[in-house]
C-alpha cells in the first residue's frame, strides 16, 4: 500500500525543528522526492547560505528564496523543507497556500536551543548572545508559523522514527493535506 501526495508538503519552523531530518525520513516513507529549499538555493548560487547573507546581505537571499520557492512549488509534488525565515515573507505564505499545505514542525525554545547551540552554520546566530537571538526570534516568528494549516509538535525524547510517523498520521488525518494513502 503506497501513498499519493497532490500537493506539495512544506515544512516550516524555525532553525533545529527538525525540517531536513524528520522531512528526509517522512519522504521516504512515503515514497516522494525530498527537496530542501536552502540546498536548492545554494546549488543555484553555488555558494552557501552563510556565503550568500555575508557576500549579499539577507534581503538579497530572501528573493532569491522566493523565486526557489515559487519554482519548487509548481513543480512534481514532494516533501520541501524550507529556511525558517521562509514562512515570514506573506508572498511565500501565499505563495504556499495556492501550490501545496504548509506544515509547521513546532519545538519549544529548549529543545531548539539543545539542538542549535553546537552549530556553527547558522548564520542568524552569529551574534554575541545567541539564545537570546534565537529566543527572540522563535518570540516573533510563532504568531507567523500559526498560520501554518497543520502543525506537528516536536518533542524532547521522540526519535526521528517516531517524529516521522506523527508527521504522516497527521497528514493523512487531514482532508486538506493532499496525502492519501493507496495506489499511486
Known amino acids: 500500500m503506497g501513498y499519493h ?3 506539495t508538503v512544506v515544512l516550516v519552523g524555525l532553525m533545529g525543528a527538525g525540517k531536513t531530518a524528520v522531512g528526509t525520513l517522512v519522504a521516504q516513507k512515503l515514497g516522494v522526492p525530498f527537496l530542501d529549499s536552502d540546498h536548492e538555493i545554494e546549488r ?3 555558494m552557501t547560505v552563510a556565503e550568500i547573507f555575508t557576500r549579499d546581505g ?3 537571499f530572501r528573493a532569491k ?3 526557489v520557492l515559487e519554482r519548487l512549488l509548481v513543480g512534481k509534488p514532494c516533501i520541501l523543507s524550507t529556511g525558517g525565515g521562509a ?3 506573506e508572498s511565500n505564505r501565499a505563495l504556499i497556500a495556492k501550490h501545496g499545505v504548509a ?3 513546532r519545538a519549544d525554545l529548549e529543545l531548539l536551543w539543545s539542538r542549535v547551540r553546537h552549530k556553527t ?5 552569529r551574534t554575541d548572545n545567541p539564545r537570546e537571538t534565537l529566543a527572540g526570534l522563535h518570540a516573533a516568528r510563532t504568531p507567523i508559523y500559526q498560520n501554518a494549516q497543520i502543525v506537528v509538535d516536536s518533542e524532547e525524547g521522540l526519535s526521528l522514527e ?7 498520521q497527521t497528514l493523512l488525518a487531514d482532508p486538506n493535506s493532499g496525502v492519501t494513502k493507496g495506489a499511486r
Not at 517516531?162 to 504522516?168: F, G, K, L, T
Open 5 to 7: 501526495l497532490n500537493k
Open 44 to 46: 543555484a548560487a553555488n
Open 58 to 60: 539577507e534581503p538579497f
Open 65 to 67: 528564496e522566493s523565486q
Open 87 to 89: 514562512y515570514l515573507a
Open 103 to 105: 506544515l509547521w514542525l
Open 121 to 125: 552554520t547558522r548564520p542568524l546566530l
Open 162 to 168: 517516531d517524529m516521522a510517523q506523527r508527521v504522516i
